[in-house]
């Protein structure tokens, strides 16, 4: 599976992602439609988006199946036609990745646009990656053995 | 929600005195010909009060005006101009700040906020999108910066709103108070937070949760991110990123250029400890930060552990900082100076000045015009970090008869103090100069001598004259026809490099761009910004077109101070700078001494069509600019 990670060490909080976040899906420069938040704590920023549950609460409380699994991407999206307002997925989504658009009064969600996510390509710092999770943890791993290895030698 | 045209661009009027808020529409004509941001913010200083106003008087207005293009993808455009009568200087006062609020008062339907009055009792300024409350700040007056953050963010239950926020020298109307922005961004210079704090007001707090649209998505948006790409490879940015502004240091003390020892050396030992360079390899450094939408991230977060100075955990410090309340006081122990800073930001100081005033002060007792007794305890020697730690929060309070003397600024502590003090004290216009040593670079000198606002590099820089890239000898080339000008201690065409400089940076800021992406790197340039200005408006316009409005608003910050009575003989710099030459180094004996800023005057007022002995615009000149019918009431030429 490829998804988009998260490196919040990298991030300045310059927010492009979020601009061009509400720019892709909406049309207008607005922080508040991006599916992608940058949540600013002193010195230290992290990106907030959804991840993609494996059994995703916010499929699971949906009443009316406007919320669903798109197998193709793959990806959790929500299906706008069908929202009917009722707010349930933002309550159920642990990681307040899912958000209310006042404009369309709908839930949005992101749905990593299709599998071209915008938002890793405006990203300068390299603070989000969009890559198959099978090499994100290769890396992981890879960089963990070099660390023991260097602290070994050392 | 609201969906907002950039081109529709609107006022919030806050009279403070009365309670009264007021929305108006900006005029199209208005929009284009000064370019919104900065610009405007001109034109409204010039209109809304008359010449004499009392800067720290309820008369006085204090503009916010983020860019034109502040809240859009554009590369390092969320910069915001707070604009009024400087007290510092009794002129025009301009300062720029990066931070978040910019761009969140655009979200929240407003592209200039001005405030006027001065509120009966301490208050702050709620501003959630059409909801605007000035509530009552009694229990925040007398707290500091961040203090007073934690509680409004507390108090409105939102801890994403944008402020800014005056400390206790604002309040106490320290000539060289400042606004912290977004918490950890400075609108610094000239004393701008006294004018805040004559208001009675506390803070600016803002919530924005709508639109903005710009009149062709596509290409603004495609020609953007190619912007914001070049500029994230451009050299410049590069070093900015990695380092930090303080990260020209080891640079400027090979070139012979650091200010040290209140402008008397240009050497200081141990000055890598003072550099960017040096945050990063001692491990103080702990982040990068952007400005809202910007793709360089100059600015610096720090943490220290110091027994001595007391712990740090905030941003910055810049290279003016690292020179000011660093080199300049004879000091080098990085804890000290990351502490100072710490000091300045959280009291609410500019660290420029409040650097210069305490070296000017050290200078003083050195040579024995401060007393002991006059020192009240303190030994004022350069290099003591102790004494400038307790000044810094004495003139903050204007605690004692020191402090309170030395938050007047150098211009009016000099003339109190006497003797030849004044020719020691680095200000023109009533400003500190910014630590550039302008005896070296002659575009500098002139630049900082016309400046409005006082002799700084804050209202135009001229880098490009060093000619230290392909692409800065490109911008002289295109400036004098010749790349051989790229020489900062030439004489010829320095004239010609600074208007240049000047309608570049004033329309950089009416954008909202950061200068430092337009005057240091060159990725935001003239044409690129005219496209974009263009698709966000849908019109054509070019780039002769912006450079045509830079102009108008550097003639109408020029219009205020002449109708203040400003004139030729106020284009000056610091008395140091122009009678002691460069005491060491490659550039010793250097100086731009009075012979020399004069031809350079005259050459600059005719290049601009300003009259040669006063130095105000001629009528003439108004005309062909199209400001004739905003500079109605010009004294005569």
């Known amino acids: ?154 | 929600m609201n969906i907002r045209d950039i081109a529709a661009q609107r006022i919030l009027n806050v009279d403070l005195a009365t309670g009264q808020v007021s929305t108006e529409e900006v005029s199209r004509r208005d929009l284009v010909r000064l370019l919104g941001g900065r610009g405007l913010a001109a034109k409204f200083l010039y209109e809304r009060i008359p010449a004499g106003t009392d800067p720290l008087g309820p008369e006085n207005v204090l503009i916010w005006s983020p860019g034109t293009l502040s809240g859009t993808n554009a590369p390092s455009s969320g910069r915001t101009s707070v604009t009024c009568k400087g007290p510092a200087t009794g002129l025009y006062l301009k300062v720029s700040v990066g931070g978040h609020l910019g761009a969140e008062l655009k979200y929240a339907g407003y592209d200039y906020l001005v405030i006027s009055g001065r509120a009966p009792h301490p208050v702050y300024l709620w501003v959630d999108d059409d909801r605007v409350e000035i509530r009552p700040a009694q229990h925040l007056w007398g707290k500091g910066t961040r203090e007073t953050d934690d509680l409004i963010k507390a108090e409105l239950d939102d801890d994403e709103i944008q402020t800014g926020i005056i400390g206790p020298a604002g309040e106490n109307k320290v000539l060289f108070s400042c606004i912290m922005v977004s918490r950890y961004n400075s609108a610094s210079r000239g004393g701008v937070g006294a004018v805040m704090g004559s208001k009675n007001l506390k803070a600016v707090a803002v919530r924005g949760r709508g639109a903005l649209r710009v009149a062709r998505p596509k290409p603004y948006f495609d020609l953007a991110a190619r912007m914001r790409r070049e500029l994230a490879a451009d050299a410049g940015s590069e070093s900015l990123y990695n380092w930090g502004t303080s990260g020209s240091i080891p640079g400027l003390d090979e070139m012979g250029m650091l200010a040290a020892y209140n402008f008397s050396q240009v050497t200081i030992d141990n000055s890598e400890r003072l550099s960017g360079q040096y945050l990063v390899d001692e491990g103080y450094l702990t982040g990068r930060e952007s400005c809202f939408a910007c793709s360089t991230a100059c600015h610096r977060y720090v943490k220290s552990h110091s027994d001595r100075w007391g712990d740090v955990d905030d941003s910055g410090p810049e290279l003016e900082t690292m020179m000011s309340l660093g080199a300049e006081c004879g000091l080098t122990d990085t804890e000290a100076v990351l502490r100072a800073n710490h000091l300045c930001n959280d009291y609410g100081l500019d660290t420029i000045s409040a650097g210069h005033v305490i070296s000017w002060a050290m200078e003083c007792y050195e040579r024995g015009v401060i007393s002991p007794e006059q020192a009240e305890g303190l030994e004022l020697g350069f290099g003591n970090a102790e004494a400038q730690l307790e000044l810094i929060r004495r003139i903050a309070f204007r605690e004692g008869l020191l402090g309170d003397l030395l938050a007047e600024g150098t211009q009016r502590a000099s003339a109190e103090v006497g003797g030849d003090s004044w020719k020691w004290a680095i200000q023109a216009k009533g400003l500190e100069q910014s630590a550039v040593d302008t005896r070296a670079a002659k575009s500098y000198a002139l630049a900082f001598a016309v400046n409005p606002r006082g002799p700084d590099h804050l209202m135009t820089e001229t880098y490009a004259e060093f000619g230290f890239t392909e692409e800065a000898r490109e911008v002289i080339r295109k400036i004098t026809g010749d790349e051989k000008y790229a020489n900062a201690t030439l004489l010829e065409k320095r004239a010609d490099i600074v208007r240049w400089h000047e309608d570049c940076y004033a329309a950089t800021e009416a954008l909202g761009f950061c200068v430092f992406t337009s005057t240091a790197a060159f990725a935001v340039n003239p044409e690129n910004m005219a496209e974009l200005f263009g698709h966000a408006l849908g019109i054509e316009f070019s780039e002769e077109e912006l450079m045509l409005g830079g102009r108008r608003i550097v003639t109408l910050e020029r219009c205020f101070n002449a109708r203040e009575g400003a004139r030729r003989e106020d284009d000056m710099l610091p008395w140091r700078m122009m009678n002691e030459p460069v005491p060491d180094g490659p550039n010793k004996g250097m100086i731009t001494d009075q012979a020399m800023l004069d031809r350079f005057l005259d050459e600059y007022y005719a290049l601009h069509g300003w009259d040669p002995a006063t130095g105000i615009p001629q009528v003439e000149t108004l005309k062909a600019l199209d400001l004739a019918d905003v500079c109605r009431v010009l004294p005569e030429a």
Request: proline letters at 5%; charged letters at 25%.
């Open chain 1, 1 to 154: 599976m490829t998804s988009l990670s998260v490196n919040a060490d990298k991030c300045t909080a310059c927010r492009a992602c979020e601009l061009t976040c509400s720019f892709v899906k909406e049309g207008v420069f607005a922080p508040y439609r991006s599916r992608i938040r940058i949540v600013r704590l002193h010195g230290f920023n992290v990106p907030v988006v959804c991840v993609n549950c494996a059994q995703a609460p916010c499929i699971e409380v949906c009443p009316t199946g406007a919320v669903y699994r798109d197998r193709a991407v793959p990806v959790v999206r929500i299906n706008e036609a069908e929202c009917i307002g009722c707010r349930e997925c933002i309550k159920a989504c642990p990681f307040g990745a899912a958000d209310w658009d006042d404009d369309k009064d709908v839930a949005i969600m992101c749905d990593l646009c299709g599998g071209e996510p915008a938002c890793v390509a405006s990203c300068i710092y390299g603070a989000l990656d969009f890559e198959p999770e099978a090499t994100v943890v290769r890396r992981k791993r890879r960089a963990t053995a070099e660390a023991i290895a260097a602290r070994t030698a050392g």
